[in-house]
């Protein structure tokens, strides 16, 4: 599951950063986004993740939504781009974070996460060798306009009405259509909300459970809605050789089939960021399950009391490069790196001779903390840091997975995009949804 103060947007943000990390951002010319947790009925997340990975704003940007295949609906939007010419480095992001009524077998399978791919022409390590759709007009998991849960209809039918046969005939109607046999595949990645229907679907057509299908991971991240195909590929991509072909399906009111050409580039970008298996080894255990109600808000947190400032879009915009791209500037005159921007160099007093500077992929080290046990929040204490970044520049903010037995100064952090709030109650102000950058301790897989 995510931290409390993570959504399906801050974690593509995450994904996003991974994928990125030592790549030109100036080069992307279209982000495709595909979740179904999207925090608005009418506004695009796919804009505020651009801006917090900081790309340009002459990036096309498009959201898939309403289907667990908005995640590979999205990838086949950035692949059919890239393709057609209209973009030439497309970068495509699924993330999902669903909840499940409490205490029900939905909630015990439903996971949080997210991937990233980048899209391009030049440097190609996969190739999508073909696609096959079909759409199936069922009513098996779902959630209204109103819903907080995802509902579920009885298994047996989602199983012999829905995920089967629409698995197999997006299948089928792949290997048909291009001549492919189950042993022409080095793997099958499927998608699976339970941990059995993948094999039943892959022995029924024939393939090799344990030398070719992908392991689902169940058992350690879960069902993660949108991204659980995405992710399983990344999985899948991290062990492949070059020459391996693979089998990708996502199911949701249907089915996507895809088949992927691994070449030698894919040693190239081998261990470029955590990955799947780099974050799955440094996941974090929450101490009990009343801390996961109160971090997803089904039970509440003690809020402060009096009054709190109103949210104000007309502020919001104007620090939107500053709070979400995490921009700050850098005197033209003596090089002083300065956060947040400033008009009047703070070092030789220079006016207006600043230019941006970007703190993304950035990482620092703690110059001073503060723990604070009596502010409510789903995790206590609340950790205030004042983090001096490599290169120049110092940044005042909370810092999140907190373990106070290790918090030190000198620690090293990196930034992450979560929402923004000491308290629960507040990133929700006035219908809008706040955010902004927080310290991090840095991985050991990251070192």
Not at 98 to 127: C, H, Q, W
Not at 175 to 192: E, G, L, R
Not at 297 to 306: C, F, H, R, W
Not at 341 to 355: G, L
């Amino acid at each position: 599951i995510c931290n409390f103060d993570e959504d399906g947007l801050t974690m593509a943000v995450e994904a996003i950063n991974d994928c990125l990390r030592g790549k030109d951002r100036e080069s992307i010319d279209a982000l495709y986004f595909g979740t179904t947790t999207s925090l608005y009925k009418e506004h695009l997340g796919a804009t505020t993740i651009a801006m917090a990975s900081d790309l340009t704003e002459d990036v096309y940007t498009a959201e898939f939504g309403n289907s667990l295949r908005a995640g590979t609906s999205a990838l086949k939007a950035g692949i059919d781009a890239v393709k057609a010419g209209s973009a030439k480095n497309a970068l495509v992001a699924a993330s999902d974070c669903r909840l499940g009524l409490p205490g029900s077998v939905m909630e015990k399978n439903l996971g949080d996460g997210a991937a990233a791919f980048l899209i391009g022409d030049t440097d190609v390590a996969v190739t999508m060798e073909g696609s096959y759709h079909v759409f199936n007009e069922i009513i098996d998991t779902w959630r209204n306009n109103k819903d907080l849960y995802v509902r579920t209809w009885e298994n047996r039918f989602i199983l012999e009405q829905g995920y089967l046969p629409s698995m197999q005939k997006a299948i089928d109607g792949l290997m048909k259509k291009f001549n492919y046999k189950s042993s022409d595949f080095s793997k099958a990645v499927f998608y699976c909300p339970d941990g059995r229907r993948s094999a039943k679907l892959g022995k029924g057509l024939g393939f090799d459970i344990k030398e070719q299908l992908q392991d689902p991971m169940i058992d350690v991240m879960g069902d993660t809605g949108a991204a659980s195909v995405p992710m399983l590929l990344v999985a899948a991509l991290e062990e492949a050789k070059p020459g391996d072909l693979i089998l990708c399906a996502s199911y949701g009111n249907g089915a996507d089939a895809f088949s992927l050409k691994v070449n030698d580039n894919i040693e190239k970008i081998r261990g470029r960021g955590l990955g799947i298996s780099g974050h799955l080894a440094s996941k974090r255990v929450i101490s009990d399950y009343l801390k996961y109600l109160k971090w997803r808000g089904i039970l509440p947190v003690e809020k402060t009391a009096g009054p709190h400032a109103a949210y104000s879009a007309v502020a919001a915009k104007r620090e939107y490069d500053r709070n979400i791209s995490l921009h700050g500037s850098v005197c033209k005159a003596c090089g002083y790196v300065q956060y947040p921007p400033q008009r009047v160099c703070t070092k030789c007093h220079e006016k207006d001779r600043m230019e941006p500077y970007s703190f993304a992929g950035r990482k620092g080290k703690i110059f001073t903390y503060n723990l604070d046990y009596i502010t409510p929040r789903a995790e206590v204490p609340v950790a205030t840091t004042e983090v001096d970044f490599e290169g120049g520049g110092r940044i005042q903010s909370y810092m999140t997975e907190v373990d106070v037995d290790k918090i030190c100064v000198g620690m090293p952090v990196k930034m992450t995009f979560r929402k923004y709030s000491p308290w629960e109650e507040i990133p929700l102000r006035e219908g809008v949804y706040t955010y902004f950058w927080e310290s991090k301790p840095i991985r050991a897989q990251e070192e």
